[in-house]
């Protein structure tokens, strides 16, 4: 009975070890296909999610600057995401 127990742990744990890894890698193969966007690209496929996408001269640069860090949280990007797309809409 107890070396029942404490088999069943370590498959458990070996599971759990494998979803962490699974997940890990999926999530670093994630960010280097987003590596790969542009700033225009990253802006059409977050920013309308939400709203309407407000055109690029709509605010000045110090407004994008503080939009993106307001809209980086709620889009969930990371900061290098939204440096590409207040890049974009500050060129
Ligand atoms: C998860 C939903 C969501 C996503 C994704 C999102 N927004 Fe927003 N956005 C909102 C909400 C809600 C508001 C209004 C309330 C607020 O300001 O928090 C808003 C407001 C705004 C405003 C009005 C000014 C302001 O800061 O309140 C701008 C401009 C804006 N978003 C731009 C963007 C840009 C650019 C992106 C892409 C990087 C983006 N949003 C992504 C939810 C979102």
């Given at each position: 009975?107890?070396?029942?127990?404490i088999?069943?742990?370590?498959?458990?744990?070996?599971?759990?070890?494998?979803?962490?890894?699974?997940v890990?890698?999926?999530?670093?193969?994630?960010?280097?296909?987003?590596?790969?966007k542009?700033?225009?690209?990253?802006?059409?496929?977050?920013?309308?999610?939400c709203?309407n996408?407000?055109?690029?001269?709509?605010?000045?640069h110090?407004?994008?600057?503080?939009?993106g860090?307001?809209m980086q949280?709620r889009?969930?990007?990371?900061e290098k995401?939204r440096?590409?797309?207040?890049?974009?809409?500050?060129?």
């Open positions: 009975m107890k070396a029942n127990n088999n069943r742990m370590t498959w458990m744990m070996i599971a759990g070890t494998v979803i962490v890894c699974a890990l890698m999926n999530s670093c193969m994630e960010s280097q296909k987003v590596a790969g542009s700033g225009v690209q990253l802006w059409a496929e977050n920013c309308q999610r709203h996408t407000p055109s690029p001269n709509t605010f000045s110090e407004q994008w600057v503080t939009i860090m307001h949280t889009a969930q990007l990371t995401e440096d590409k797309i207040v890049a974009f809409l500050t060129q």
